[in-house]
C-alpha cells in the first residue's frame, strides 16, 4: 500500500515561491500518473498539474501553466511542485495524488475520481 505525505506548504507574498514535495512511501512501483490538486474551504477540488512517472510527461491546468512546474525525483519516490509568481488565488490545501494502475496520465487527468491514493495536504496562503 501506498502513504503520500506532502511538505513544502506555507505563507509567502505575492510574487513569491515555493516548492511543494510529495513523498510516496511503502510499496511504490513505476510508470504511474501522480497529480496535484488545490482545495479551498466551501469549493470543489480542483486539478493543478500532473505527471507521468514513466517518462516525466506533464500536463497542467490553465490557472497555472507558466507558473508552476511538477517534476518527478524517481530515484527518491518524490515528486515536486515548484510554484512562482504566487498569487492570492493561489491560496488553498494543497495535496498529491497517485494513480494504482499503471499508464500514462489519461485525458481525464483533472478528475479526482481517476486517483486512488492521497495525501493528507500542505497549506499555502499567498498574502497581498
Known amino acids: 500500500r501506498v502513504q503520500l505525505e506532502e511538505s513544502g506548504g506555507g505563507s509567502v507574498q505575492a510574487g513569491g515561491s515555493l516548492r511543494l514535495s510529495c513523498a510516496a512511501l511503502g510499496s511504490f512501483y513505476s510508470n504511474r500518473c501522480m497529480g496535484w490538486f488545490r482545495q479551498v474551504p466551501g469549493k470543489q477540488r480542483e486539478a493543478v498539474a500532473s505527471?507521468?512517472?514513466?517518462?516525466?510527461?506533464?500536463l497542467y491546468a490553465d490557472l497555472v501553466r507558466g507558473r508552476f512546474i511538477v517534476s518527478i525525483d524517481s530515484i527518491k519516490i518524490t515528486m515536486y511542485l515548484q510554484m512562482n509568481s504566487l498569487e492570492p488565488e493561489d491560496t488553498a490545501m494543497y495535496f498529491c495524488?497517485?494513480?494504482?494502475?499503471?499508464?500514462?496520465?489519461?485525458?481525464?487527468?483533472?478528475?479526482?475520481?481517476?486517483?486512488?491514493?492521497w495525501g493528507q495536504g500542505t497549506q499555502v496562503t499567498v498574502s497581498s
Open positions: 495524488a497517485l494513480v494504482d494502475r499503471p499508464g500514462v496520465c489519461p485525458a481525464n487527468w483533472y478528475s479526482e475520481a481517476l486517483y486512488d491514493y
Open positions: 505527471i507521468y512517472t514513466g517518462d516525466s510527461t506533464t
